[in-house]
């Protein structure tokens, strides 16, 4: 019972005795990560006031104009109008807080290659 108990202690040792760490090389992989960050945006609503100068533009228009030109100092008006209305809401614009978000490649590492060599062979596992 002893000489087994001693070859059970010894064995091990043994076959560790013929292994040798060669190399533990880390491995990196390239991921797609989110970068945010908050940024300060001025933000204008030019579309309602566009609209608003359009038409009030094209009635003014439509009243000043007589006969066949008429139509023309409509379309003038609504043009004038609209112009003038984008400009003003371009004066009345404001600053927002927007969080800004952009995909970026990053390289991180994920386990290892570890080389070892046994009987004179060589072997190379990825440990995760």
Known sequence: ????LLAAVLLPSVAFAQLELVSVKP??????QQECEVQEVYVEN????????GVIGAAIGNE???GSGRKIATVA?????ANIGRTQAEKNGRL???N???DVQVQVQRGEYVTIRYNGQTFTQLFN
Do not use: K
Request: aromatic share 6%; hydrophobic share 40%; net charge positive.
């Open 77 to 81: 008006g609504a043009i004038a109008g």
């Open 46 to 53: 030019t579309t309602g006031a566009s609209i608003v100068g």
């Open 96 to 98: 927002e807080y927007r």
């Open 1 to 4: 019972m002893r000489s087994i």
């Open 27 to 32: 491995r990196f992989v390239t991921v797609t």
């Open 100 to 102: 800004v978000c952009r």
């Open 64 to 66: 000043i104009g007589g």
